[in-house]
């Protein structure tokens, strides 16, 4: 028994909802494309996951932010997919592909061929278990991915209302989320093994700068360090972490952000692989021409860079599945996919926005005091990067054109005392 389709997007993530969304814009066939997805739930907009459905009170649910909703355009439930023809198959998750034979194998054993793929695997989270973390299986241990790990982030969370909440890494996941745990009154300590959060974006006078935000708010750091285990009781609830130094801290839950991995695996051995994802080229064409990726899977050249990069963005989710999608439909006509890296994040009343590059020197300008800074990193003479806490619409546009355009800027300690006022093109 088997199904057959012009097109199928294997994930159904933020990039194939935008992917879906693009294909009805150009106009598809009904019964042309399907989408598979594992999750049970029609595409969403993750990013809400970690920010309004964490809110204690008048929180996010789905269905009210199924792409494209971040964009401001259709709410694609699985209605929008019924009344364009579009196979929605839910909770059907693949076990094999062939790239050769263009087929995909459920786990329930139904064979679904396909005449172009496009992979939107995303990513898998980290689970402490790979780093050998002993009793990590315990009950209010909770990750952050998917639609399920947020109804059991919230449940655990509502269950120990005003007690200890431990958060491992310093990353996205960690900020945010430490922030929602103290909006819903949880006492809130984070672990990481860098010396500030954000180690990968941020330098340590802006990750001070939140630090001592969250700490206002009466986040706990515990920073340059690793969990080594948990101490959990007879329901196999973790009571403590334990760290590496034996330091005991109590925690009536742990929420866990320590990375991700791309989905992958399906493919290994049958398309090429780079950097951990799938290498696509301009068009998001991998090694075989049958088969596209998009978002969080793809390794793809980044033009202005003129190297291989991964991003793990919602952005360039939303971005790289239009660019498939056209690439698809008029291989002549689009151009090389030419990314501009934009990333953002939100916690508390905070809130930024960087493009660009962290490459170079980092030139902080504004007052941190007022909550109202940036930053520009210049690369051999030119800004490469820029970032912006507090800043309007028309703010982080000149951030965007800058990292873009990359002026050249002689006078650097002009630059640290103007900000955005530095006159860049004269
Ligand atoms: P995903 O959205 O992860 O979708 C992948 C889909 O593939 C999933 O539905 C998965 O179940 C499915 N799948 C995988 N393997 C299989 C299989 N074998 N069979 C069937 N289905 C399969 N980025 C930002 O820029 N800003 C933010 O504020 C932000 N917030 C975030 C908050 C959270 C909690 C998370 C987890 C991520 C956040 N991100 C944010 C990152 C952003 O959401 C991702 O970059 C984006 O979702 C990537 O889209 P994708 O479609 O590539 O992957
Ligand atoms: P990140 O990569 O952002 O951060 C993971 C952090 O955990 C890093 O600081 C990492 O350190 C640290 N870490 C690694 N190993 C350990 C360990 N054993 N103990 C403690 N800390 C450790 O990933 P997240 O998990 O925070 O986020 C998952 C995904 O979700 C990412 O793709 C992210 O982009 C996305 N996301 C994006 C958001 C946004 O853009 N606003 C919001 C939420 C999620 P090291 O760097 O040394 O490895």
Redesign the pocket.
Known sequence: MGRAFKIVILGGGVAAGYAALEFVKHGISYGELCIISEEAVAPYER?AL?KGCLLPEDAATLPAFHTCVGIGVERQTPKWYKEHGIELALGTHIKAVDVKLKTLLSAAGETITYKTLIIATG?R??R?EE?G?SGADAKNICY??DWNDCKKLVEVTEQCQGGMAVV?????????CAAALVTNRMKVTM????QH????LFTSEIAAFYEDYYKKRGVKFIKGT??TAFESDAEKKVRAVILKDKKRIEADMVV?????RPNVSLFEGQLALEKGGIKVNGKMQTSNPSVYAVG?VVAFPVKLYGDVRRL???DHARKSAAQAVNAIISPEEVQDYDYLPF????AFTSSWQFYGDNVGKCVLFGSLKDQKFGAFWIDRGHVVGAFLEGGNKDEYASLATLARLQPPVKDIEMLAKQGLAFPFFH
Do not use: K, Q, T
């Open positions: 990013p970690s990513a989270v980290l402490l780093f973390v952050l991915r491992i890494g310093g990353g996205y996941i960690g900020m945010e672990v990481f093994p860098e959060c954000m180690a990968r690793v969990m866990v952000g320590v990375g991700i969080d793990e963005h919602v990333f953002y994040s939100r």
